[in-house]
């Protein structure tokens, strides 16, 4: 079921906005200018992490298994470098978002999305809160705190099974993990594609640049982690 709000316009008309309206509606040109910039970067770290998975695989069904284990590092590297970067996007989004008063829309991830386990459960418990909690901003923060706990573990898990892979001969299963994480991460991937694009369409015009710069560089700014205790952010 599509998450939807009302929005008063003056002449008491009502106009019901969802979050796939603020997906597939055009951003104004700066924000789009951010947007295409933050997610081009990580569809790059994402892409070639995907290339040097697909190599192991393929190295690895053709007994090349040195060369196997050398690609899944360089995957395992990569994927590392990405969730820090979706992490410290996280904890920047969910401190901007207590201060701006337009509140982005968000929809709970869904555990048909996802492959294993993990992040099946994050799922689920992200569909829970999302019920019972009250106020549009409390959903928001949630949201980007469970997706930015998951990818944390997604990448912990990806990496650990990577360093197994490496130091002995792994299990059918091991590689098996390996897709299945990738996918997964994946799918947080594009969930926090959305919530940047409702994010920046309720952002004020004005705080664009500085968020660009925020997120674009993040050595300028404290790295930022998202807690259980934002969860009593103001609704």
């Given at each position: 079921m599509v998450f939807t709000r009302r929005i008063r316009q003056p002449n008491s008309t009502y106009i019901r906005r969802s979050v796939t309206d603020d997906w597939i509606r055009a951003l104004p040109y700066e924000k789009s200018r951010v947007f295409e910039n933050i997610v081009g970067n990580w569809e790059c770290c994402f892409a070639m992490t995907s290339v040097a998975l697909n190599d192991a695989l393929s190295l690895r069904a053709g007994g090349e298994?040195?060369?196997a284990q050398q690609s899944v590092v360089i995957a395992s590297a990569l994927l590392k470098r990405l969730s820090e970067s979706l992490v410290f996007f996280c904890g920047a989004l969910a401190n901007r978002g207590r201060n701006?008063?337009?509140v982005p829309l968000v929809e709970p991830l869904r555990t048909s999305f996802f492959r294993g386990s993990r992040a099946q459960s994050a799922a689920t418990w992200n569909g829970i809160l999302h019920h019972i909690v009250f106020g549009d901003r409390?959903?928001?923060?949630?949201?980007?705190?469970?997706l930015?706990?998951?990818?944390?573990?997604?990448?912990?898990e990806f990496d650990k099974t990577a360093q197994s892979i490496g130091a002995s001969k792994a299990s059918p299963a091991c590689w098996t993990a390996l897709d299945h994480l990738h996918y997964d991460f994946s799918t947080c991937l594009r969930e926090?594609?959305?919530v940047l694009k409702s994010f920046l369409r309720a952002l004020p015009a004005e705080q664009?640049?500085?968020?660009a710069v925020e997120i674009e560089d993040p050595s300028t700014h404290p790295r930022l982690r998202l807690r259980w205790g934002v969860s009593r952010v103001s609704s």
């Open positions: 298994l040195v060369c701006i008063h337009e409390r959903r928001f923060v949630h949201k980007l705190r469970i930015s706990d998951t990818v944390e573990q997604l990448e912990h926090t594609e959305v664009v640049s500085a968020f």
